[in-house]
């Protein structure tokens, strides 16, 4: 297991003592994610230096890796139950951790706190029950090429299905290597379906499960969304190799200019433009069905917190993720992060930021945040290893 470095951010005599009660009454509370990692150095510690300055008696105990190392501790003390106080959650995980009892019932400390969750973007629930709470939202709108449209004389971006296969048919018919759409679809790194195909879905209002949570996988939205993703197919304007291509593949083909649209990360705009700093690319909502009016899922990942089950100090805890999702902390963490907060009443500072993600935001805002896979449980044989899934992609800093 990769080494996971421990900061402790408060002050006093108790500063390096470990996670626990001291004989002053000063609670330290240990809280393990990925972010720090993630953010400009320093910037974190920074964050809860301020949430130790509001509340003088409790003291944090940062534990920050990288993604990878972070989940595998993470996965290990769910299941001794020996999980931190605090800790960063990836949607994915949700539904075994809860399972386990590794992680507390949100909702519960919600009420005993009289905290106004009406101010939540979103809750990840198990069985009606609160178990995480995205605090940032990294979000997939559609990449489009704005010169690539121009030279196949389309005028504006796509809005709807039928829009974005004509504009797909007629960038294909530009010749060479271009094509209209990049599809990932590698099992290895099955994120492709989520955010590349039932994008299609949620962005049309629709959904992949039933009312009672179980898939539909034979219901009319997803049939329409893989009956029109195979339209695409049918029509060659998929970049070839979908069936091997991972979502790096798609990132480098949109950056050298071989395909026209992909749906991809906002996380993803710094590294495409430093790759072609010639680029001119802009980025709209997914299209939807050609009739539908409503507001449009936007796919998203995000970070997540929960609290321990097995925390001695489930009071103080909460008062960590209540300051994390204020609107003043969560807007400059939303803002160090480059993502989108899960205070619905926080805004970004994007004056610093590249003017892309202001028009995502917007969209964001018009929207409603949609990613179905979070927090479902994962289903083998009989026999069968637990596979790895996640719903958060690490970040290239």
Request: glycine share 10%; net charge neutral; aromatic share 8%.
């Amino acid at each position: 297991m990769a080494v996971i470095g421990a900061t402790v951010v408060g002050c006093g005599s108790n500063s390096g003592s470990s996670a626990g009660s001291s004989g002053d009454g000063t609670v330290t509370l240990e809280f393990a994610q990925w972010w720090a990692p993630e953010l400009p150095a320093g910037s974190f510690d920074k964050l809860m230096s301020e949430f130790t300055a509001q509340n003088p008696t409790i003291k944090v105990k940062l534990l920050s890796g990288p993604y990878a190392s972070t989940k595998q501790q993470l996965v290990s003390g769910a299941a001794s139950r020996t999980l931190p106080d605090v800790v960063g959650l990836d949607g994915a995980w949700v539904s075994d951790f809860a399972k386990q009892g590794a992680i507390a019932d949100l909702s519960e400390l919600m009420a005993a706190a009289k905290y106004d969750s009406s101010q939540l973007a979103s809750q990840i629930q198990v069985k009606g029950k609160t178990y995480m709470i995205p605090v940032v939202n990294f979000v997939y709108p559609l990449f489009v090429n704005n010169d690539l449209l121009s030279k196949a004389g389309i005028k504006t971006p796509p809005s709807t299905r039928t829009e974005f296969l004509e504009a797909a048919k007629k960038i294909s018919a530009l010749g060479g290597n271009v094509k209209g759409w990049a599809l990932p679809l590698d099992t290895a790194v099955p994120n492709g379906v989520q955010n590349d195909v039932m994008s299609w879905l949620w962005a049309s209002g629709g959904s992949m499960l039933t009312k009672d949570g179980k898939p539909d996988l034979t219901g009319q939205g997803v049939k329409s969304t893989v009956e029109y993703v195979k339209s695409l197919n049918d029509a060659g304007v998929i970049s070839p190799g979908a069936l091997t291509m991972k979502e790096q593949d798609k990132v480098e083909k949109f950056s050298t200019g071989q395909v026209g649209m992909v749906i991809d990360s906002l996380a993803h705009i710094t590294l495409i433009k430093k790759n072609n700093p010639k680029l001119d690319f802009t980025v709209v909502p997914v299209p939807a069905e050609d009739s539908y009016t409503g507001k449009r899922g936007i796919p998203y990942a995000s970070w997540g917190i929960g609290v321990a089950e097995s925390s001695e100090h489930k009071t103080e805890a909460f008062k960590l993720v209540q300051f994390l999702m204020n609107k003043q902390a969560n807007a400059q963490l939303s803002t160090l992060a480059n993502g989108f907060p899960g205070n619905k009443t926080a805004e970004p500072d994007f004056s610093k930021s590249d003017p892309l993600f202001k028009t995502a935001f917007d969209i964001y805002k018009a929207g409603y945040p949609a990613n179905e896979f979070v927090g479902l449980p994962i289903r083998v044989r009989a026999n069968e290893p637990v596979p790895v899934r996640n719903t958060y992609q690490p970040r290239v800093v």
